[in-house]
């Protein structure tokens, strides 16, 4: 059975260019700031987001685990396959990052990367709250919604001319293996490269993107 429009979207999310999301961010507090932050430099949906703890980040080797989602405040399994994988990071979205587990409150290799206070760290913070604060900061940059961030970072992969392979690749699909295996796999260096110039242009765009200011900003 299929349910009706479950699968049709009636508005179609934005996509921001560079000076929107830096509008957009300046009104963001942290650790919604991060959120935006990390949803529009790995493309991840909102659910995939708050669902990081602080053990799935590999200092040593730059990388990101993306193992599990948060739906209605409940922890399930990604949505495809293809999105439960090991993401690498440029060094300054790794600094970024380091900067907010500083200032967090919860920071523990089993605490939630976005542990909110209100439930003094069992769970982090709801799709609902976000979209909230997403809400009242997106005046300076424009309606939008918390998928417009995936949507803009296909958008700006495309503007720093990664090629449709390494998008698709990016993007964790699950609807384009066919396209991958034509295609074959993507070389991990090519992957790293796009990833590190989208990451760039999210923390250039991103005000007090610097380790120390983020863990002021946050206190």
Known sequence: MRIQRASKRTKQPRNLTVDEFQRFAQNLGEPFRIVAVLCVCFGLRISECLGLKWCDVDWLRSTLRIERSIIAQKVDETKTDESRKELRM??????????????????????????????????????DQIWRVYQKAASA???????????????????????????????????????????????????????????????????????????????
């Open 90 to 127: 440029d060094e300054s979205l790794l600094e970024f990052l380091k900067g907010w587990r500083q200032a967090a409150q919860f920071s523990l290799p089993q605490d939630w990367v976005f542990a909110s206070p209100v439930q003094l760290g069992r769970l982090p913070w709801s799709y």
């Open 141 to 219: 940059a424009g309606r939008l919604g918390a998928h417009s961030l995936r949507h803009t970072y296909r958008s700006w992969l495309d503007s720093v001319g990664t090629s449709l392979a390494v998008r698709q690749k990016l993007m964790q699909h699950a609807d384009i293996r066919t396209t991958m295996n034509i295609y074959g796999d993507v070389v991990t260096d090519e992957m790293r490269e796009a990833q590190g110039k989208v990451g760039r242009l999210a923390v250039l765009a991103s005000p007090g993107s610097g380790s120390q200011r983020i863990a002021r900003s946050a206190k």
